[in-house]
């Protein structure tokens, strides 16, 4: 994520510019997006949320808000994602 509450995806040969998605508000951001699958996982500190993105066109696939704020990238595994908070806690949510 960049500075400006931005995700982009770019294209590796070209660098060009393929999609962006804003997260909520500029300057929410502070972790690394995971992708697994042909999906973007994204952990925003200050809005609260996880959010899904088609890795090919950047559409929203799903959010969730949490209690917390998203303090660390998220991490998929077995049909999860988890993502650690500012509480001290790590939250898991399920893929669909």
Do not use: H
């Amino acid at each position: 994520m960049s500075s400006d509450g931005n995700v982009y995806a770019l294209n590796a040969k070209t660098g060009a510019k393929l999609w962006s998605y804003l997260t909520g508000s500029a300057n929410d951001f502070g972790t690394s997006p995971a992708v697994v699958n042909g999906v973007v996982y994204v952990s925003t500190q200050f809005s609260r949320n996880l959010i899904a993105l088609n890795a090919g066109t950047g559409e929203k696939l799903w959010g969730r808000t949490g209690d917390q704020t998203g303090d660390s990238s998220p991490t998929v595994v077995n049909g999860m994602v988890y993502v650690g908070s500012q509480d001290g806690k790590v939250y898991a949510f399920g893929l669909k």
